[in-house]
Structure formats: structure tokens, C-alpha cells
């Protein structure tokens, strides 16, 4: 697999895993879950940078 494959799929799966945790911590009326999937949105971005180069 080339490296920007796999920065993608793991790209992707934090974006899945944000989507999940924010969802969760929305629903739960909790901050720190939804930090944490904020914090996996911007992580994934990042790789996603990384990855066009």
C-alpha cells in the first residue's frame, strides 16, 4: 500500500470514530466525549494534508 493510502483510510476512521464519539457525547449531555471526536476531526484533517503532499 502506498503511504497515502493508508493516511487516508486512517483519515477516514477517525473521522468515523469523531463522528461516533461526538454523537455520543451529545447524547449522554457530556463534554469530554465531544472534545475528543472534535479533536479526531482536526487530527484527520491534518493526515489529509499530510497525504496530498
Same mark, same amino acid.
Given at each position: 500500500?502506498k503511504?497515502s =493510502? &493508508?493516511? !487516508?483510510l486512517c483519515s477516514? /476512521?477517525? &473521522? &468515523? /470514530?469523531g &463522528?461516533v464519539m461526538?454523537?455520543l457525547? /451529545? @447524547?449522554?449531555?457530556? !463534554?469530554?466525549p =465531544?472534545v =475528543? ?5 482536526v =487530527?484527520?484533517?491534518? !493526515?489529509?494534508a499530510?497525504?496530498k @503532499?
Amino acid at each position: 500500500m502506498k503511504n497515502s =493510502t &493508508i493516511l !487516508l483510510l486512517c483519515s477516514i /476512521l477517525l &473521522i &468515523i /470514530l469523531g &463522528i461516533v464519539m461526538v454523537a455520543l457525547g /451529545l @447524547k449522554a449531555g457530556i !463534554l469530554p466525549p =465531544t472534545v =475528543t471526536g472534535i479533536g479526531f476531526f482536526v =487530527t484527520a484533517v491534518a !493526515l489529509m494534508a499530510a497525504g496530498k @503532499k
